[in-house]
């Protein structure tokens, strides 16, 4: 590489199949002299296989900092640096924001390469019909918080892609259960591995579905949740709707107010309201 050249190379790696690293990557990876790894001795793994000479630095959330400094100095100094992660693309859910940020903040080129993502992959073989998706990556792990950021996610009418570990795969899904009621749930696993499985269903079978079988617990996730259909009532237009009535409402302005809350369908609410009213 020369120093005209010299650039910040994203680079995604396989999810688990090597035969998923791109021609380019590869290429990549064989020619630059400096690879920053989320972890060094994981990604050294790859790059003998690969019969890369190139020397590792590591980049990972607690230094990435540090990191993006040195990366900057070692592309001033027109030497190039590919930054990986442990699988899937750098900068989802995943260490390498910030060197980019640093990267382009000092001038410096940042190519992206395209290649294995986790959530692309499993949104390609969802099936969900939703024209738009919405990454969300990983929840929070407290169950109050998690609750807390599935209800703020309730009325997007877009599927929901979520990243999980297999230690709360089952709580999760329990909390997206009686967050969401009734939708379609995608759950992706083990993804271009050995045990690799797609399982689509309603939610709210899903728990049962995923108990059946301890094997079905294990490994890494990909949840995808259809999204909201803009005016469907899935109970919460109805429980907000009483809740307005019994407080002494109108019939009218309890179901403008109780549509414009949750999204439910307001001439829906309206007949409901005068039907609660006898
Ligand atoms: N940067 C990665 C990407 O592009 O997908 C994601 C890194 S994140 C730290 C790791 C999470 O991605 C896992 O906990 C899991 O939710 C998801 N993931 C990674 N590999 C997967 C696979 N083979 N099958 C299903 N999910 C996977």
């Known amino acids: 590489m020369t120093e005209e050249s010299a650039a910040l190379y994203v680079v995604p790696t396989p999810l688990g199949n090597l035969a998923d690293l791109t021609r380019r990557a590869e290429e990549v990876l064989r020619t630059v002299p400096w690879v920053a790894a989320e972890d060094t001795r994981h990604s050294g793994t790859l790059l003998k296989q690969l019969g890369s000479p190139a020397r590792t630095l590591p980049a990972h ?39 980019v940020a640093a990267v382009r903040a000092a001038g410096c080129r940042v190519v992206p390469l395209p290649g294995p993502c986790a959530a692309t ?14 990454f969300y990556g990983f929840l929070p792990s407290k169950g109050g918080q998690r609750r807390q950021a599935l209800e703020e996610l309730r009325a997007y009418p877009c599927a929901l892609v979520f990243y999980e570990a297999p230690h709360r795969v089952l709580e999760t ?24 499985s797609i399982h689509a269903g309603p939610l709210t079978a899903a728990l049962d579905w995923l108990r059946a079988d301890a094997n079905r617990q294990r490994g890494e996730f990909v949840l995808l949740l259809s999204g909201a259909t803009p005016g469907a009532d899935d109970g919460e237009g109805e429980r907000v709707l009483k809740l307005l009535l019994d407080d002494g409402l109108p019939v009218r302005q309890a179901a403008k107010l109780a549509a414009a809350i949750t999204g439910a369908a307001k001439n829906a609410l309206y007949d409901k309201a005068l039907a609660l009213k006898g």
């Open 61 to 99: 959330r607690h230094n990435e900092n540090e990191a993006a400094a040195r990366i900057v100095d070692k592309l001033q100094a027109g030497e190039s640096v590919a930054l990986i992660s442990d699988a899937g693309t750098p900068g989802i859910s995943d260490p390498g924001a910030r060197v």
């Open 173 to 196: 899904v329990a909390d997206m259960a009686a967050v969401f009621g009734e939708r379609r749930l995608v759950i992706a696993r083990e993804l271009t591995k050995l045990f690799e």
């Open 121 to 134: 992959t499993a949104l390609s073989a969802s099936g969900l019909s939703d024209e738009h998706f919405l």
